[in-house]
């Protein structure tokens, strides 16, 4: 319970420093892709993961961090990015630690929750392409919890649109709830589950990353409606 509800405060947190250095312009663009293609990694990209796992380290050293870009909690941080995480760890033990309590998570019959079983995977910003091509609403922050390979819990922020939305939910938490900037999770309202569809049912497919193959997935699912939309998190 504690480690989620720092989950969801950290991808805001983090979502802070995503937006300071997507509106300073200063993105340093490089690709990650050694085969021919293009699969790009910003400035953005990376220090934030580096605040996520910097923090995430400091608060539960024996929870497994496996993140999208690799960062590891030894790698070398510059001062003003470590004063940024012991500040946010300050804060996070302080005000956050408690949103959520400890009764109202389920562990699945069979699984251990020791520390050591928890894994946090992080991508701190899902949608770098959209990014680039100013489709700043695709951005999202993703953190998610396993216990013994068994995902639970999990966050997604949006750190570049005008209201800020997280959504957070998982096992034990009664469903999924959402609140914006300036809100608290206190003050998180529940999402309510999709109404049976009176038109045909929509398949929400891959816009950056479309080929053949998806398209053939798609057509043998008969008449649906196809929605391509950017970003894991988003999609969601």
Aim: hydrophobic share 35%; glycine share 10%; net charge negative.
């Amino acid at each position: 319970a504690r480690l989620m509800g720092c989950c969801v405060q950290l991808s805001i947190m983090s979502g802070e420093l995503i937006r300071r250095i997507v509106d300073s312009e200063s993105l340093f663009v490089t690709n990650k892709d050694s085969e021919g293609g293009f699969d790009p990694q910003t400035l953005a990209d990376v220090q934030a993961e580096r605040f996520i796992v910097g923090v995430l380290s400091e608060l539960f050293p024996e929870v497994v961090l496996v993140g999208e870009e690799g960062m590891k909690a030894s790698s070398t941080i510059e001062e003003e990015l470590q004063k940024e995480i012991n500040d946010a760890c300050r804060e996070l033990e302080s005000s956050h630690m408690e949103s959520i309590a400890q009764w109202e998570i389920c562990i699945p019959k069979g699984v251990a929750s020791n520390l050591k079983d928890l894994t946090v995977f992080i991508d701190p910003l899902d949608g770098t392409k959209e990014l680039l091509a100013g489709n700043r609403h695709a951005v999202t922050t993703l953190l998610g919890i396993c216990v013994s390979g068994k995902p639970i819990l999990g966050t997604i922020h949006q750190p570049l649109t005008e209201d800020r939305r997280t959504v957070w939910g998982g096992v034990g938490i009664s469903g999924v709830f959402s609140h914006q900037k300036n809100e608290v999770m206190g003050q998180a309202r529940p999402i309510a589950p999709p109404c049976q569809p009176s038109r045909k049912p929509i398949v929400v497919t891959t816009r950056s990353h479309g080929n053949e193959r998806v398209k053939e997935a798609i057509s043998k699912l008969g008449d649906v409606e196809s929605l391509a939309v950017g970003g894991a998190g988003c999609k969601m």
